[in-house]
């Protein structure tokens, strides 16, 4: 299984960039995807999830949806400031056949910078 994030790069402030994030591999479903920022010198963060089935979520200028058919998660991101510079992670819990439970994968990570 592999978790794939693309679509960073350097924006303007005032910008936007829509981040993707795709599962591909051998499994039988995703379920909960999330979204981690890590800004340099600090601790990786949750930026937004969002669960197989749920509406996209929205909190203030992102929103985090998701392609379930594709298994596939987006970011957009809108007004991009400075302090939103980093490296955006993508997070699955991914159910492969012989495993009874869901297993938790990391996406290798996309860098967005922000200039002001």
């Known amino acids: 299984v592999q978790l794939q994030a693309f679509g960073g790069g350097l924006v303007q402030a005032g910008g936007s960039l829509r981040l993707t994030c795709t599962a591909s591999g051998r499994f039988v479903s995703v379920g909960l995807m999330s979204w981690y920022r890590q800004a340099p010198g600090k601790e990786r963060e949750m930026v937004g999830k969002?669960?197989?089935g749920d509406p996209p979520s929205v909190t203030g200028r992102f929103t985090i949806s998701r392609d379930n058919a594709q298994n596939t998660l987006f970011l957009q991101m809108n007004d991009l400031r400075p302090e939103d510079r980093g490296v955006y992670y993508c997070?699955?819990?991914?159910?492969?056949?012989?495993?009874?439970?869901?297993?938790?994968?990391w996406g290798q990570g996309t860098q967005v910078t922000v200039s002001s």
């Open positions: 969002v669960d197989n």
């Open positions: 997070n699955a819990n991914i159910k492969r056949h012989w495993r009874r439970d869901h297993d938790n994968f």
